[in-house]
């Protein structure tokens, strides 16, 4: 599967930003996917992950009651809309797919590229 990330940018914080992850194959409503972002001198870390129906969505709790995660399985896409972005959301953020819910990196087997997000104070 390959995924392709896209809607990073600057944004001043409480600021609002969209990311979008699109998926080359038709098996995409297969996969279990999730958003993970990694900042400058720290590790990646989990953001949210939704099931391949959409019905269970899951989030770290720094993000919980901001962040949206959401998928359109009809066009291949997963969302991420994340609102009041403060400057420690600033960093990398990945899409990945995975056969079963996780929060760990390793579970992941496909990754986008990362897009950046930067939110300034």
């Known amino acids: 599967v390959q995924l392709q990330a896209s809607g990073g940018g600057l944004v001043q914080a409480g600021g609002s930003l969209r990311l979008s992850c699109a998926a080359s194959?038709?098996?995409?409503?297969?996969?279990?996917m999730g958003w993970f972002r990694q900042a400058p001198g720290k590790e990646r870390e989990f953001v949210a992950g939704?099931?391949?129906?959409?019905?269970?969505?899951y989030y770290a709790d720094s993000v919980k009651g901001r962040f949206t995660i959401s998928r359109d399985n009809a066009k291949n896409t997963v969302y991420l809309q994340m609102n009041s972005l403060k400057p420690e959301d600033t960093a990398v953020y990945y899409c990945?797919?995975?056969?079963?819910?996780?929060?760990?990196?390793?579970?992941?087997?496909?990754w986008g590229q990362g897009t950046q997000v930067t939110v300034s104070s």
């Open positions: 990945a797919a995975a056969k079963w819910a996780s929060r760990e990196v390793a579970a992941y087997d496909y």
């Open positions: 194959e038709r098996t995409f409503s297969s996969y279990v």
């Open positions: 939704i099931s391949w129906s959409g019905v269970s969505t």
